[in-house]
C-alpha cells in the first residue's frame, strides 16, 4: 500500500522560532490529512489537502500540498510550548477510508 | 461536544489471556475504527467496520483479534490469546460519511 515518510523525525526549538514538517510520497496522493498528537494523547485532526498546490492556513499554522500531490508541508510560525507534540501526515485511503499515517515528527519547544 | 470515549485507559494482562477493549462511538457515527500505536511509533490502522461487518482489515489484524458491536451503541476490540508484543495504545475511531475521523482518548494495553 501506500506509505509516506516524514522528516525530520524530531526537532527541537526555541519557543518563537519557526518550524516546519515534511510529508513526502513517491506515489501520486488523492488527499492528504494532519493529525496532531499531545504527549499522552490521541490523534487530533487539523486539516486535510485535496488539490494539487493547495495552501491553508489556520493561525500561525500553514499547510502546503504540492504541485504534483507527492508531498505535503506543514509549517508553524513563532512556535508556543503549546504546540509541543508530534505531527503526523496521514492518507485517507481504500474503500472505508482508513487512515495510513507517515512516521510523524516530534515537536519539542522550550523557553 | 461528543466524543469518543474508551474504557479502560490502561489495561494489564499476562500473555496468553484474553483482553477485550471497550469504546463508545459517537453516537450518529456510521463507521468505526481501531488502531494501534507501539510506543514512540506511528499510529496503525487495524481494523474498520461498517453496517455490522469489517470493510478492511490490516496485516496485523489476524485471527487472535475480533470486532463486535454487541449493541447500539459499543464497539469492542477482542485480542483472544494476547502476546507481549501486543502491548501497545490502542485507539478507537469514528466518522460520519464523507467527514473525517474522531479518535479516543486510547486504552494503554501492557502485556507481561
Not at chain 1, 510520497?25 to 498528537?37: D, E
Request: proline residues 4%; contains cysteine.
Amino acid at each position: 500500500g501506500q506509505q509516506v515518510m516524514q522528516i525530520p523525525q524530531y526537532q527541537h526549538v526555541q519557543e518563537g522560532e519557526d518550524f516546519t514538517t515534511y510529508c513526502n510520497s513517491s506515489t501520486t496522493l488523492s488527499n492528504i490529512q494532519w493529525y496532531k498528537q499531545r504527549p499522552g494523547g490521541h490523534p487530533v485532526f487539523l486539516i486535510q489537502l485535496v488539490k494539487s498546490g493547495e495552501v491553508k492556513k489556520q493561525k500561525r499554522l500553514t499547510f502546503q500540498f504540492g504541485e504534483a500531490k507527492k508531498n505535503s508541508s506543514l509549517h508553524i510560525t513563532a512556535t508556543q510550548t503549546t504546540d509541543v507534540g508530534t505531527y503526523f501526515c496521514a492518507l485517507n485511503t481504500g474503500t472505508a477510508s482508513k487512515l495510513t499515517f507517515g512516521t510523524g515528527t516530534r515537536l519539542q519547544v522550550t523557553l | 461536544e461528543p466524543e469518543v470515549t474508551q474504557t479502560p485507559s490502561h489495561q494489564v494482562t499476562q500473555m496468553g489471556q484474553e483482553v477485550i477493549l471497550r469504546c463508545v462511538p459517537i453516537s450518529n457515527h456510521l463507521y468505526f475504527y481501531w488502531y494501534r500505536q507501539i510506543l514512540g511509533q506511528k499510529v496503525e490502522f487495524l481494523v474498520s467496520f461498517y453496517n455490522n461487518e469489517i470493510s478492511e482489515k490490516s496485516e496485523i489484524f489476524d485471527d487472535q483479534f475480533s470486532v463486535e458491536r454487541p449493541d447500539g451503541s459499543n464497539f469492542t476490540l477482542k485480542i483472544r490469546s494476547t502476546k507481549l508484543e501486543d502491548s501497545a495504545m490502542y485507539f478507537c475511531a469514528s466518522r460520519l460519511p464523507g467527514y473525517t475521523q474522531y479518535f479516543g482518548p486510547g486504552t494503554r494495553l501492557t502485556v507481561l
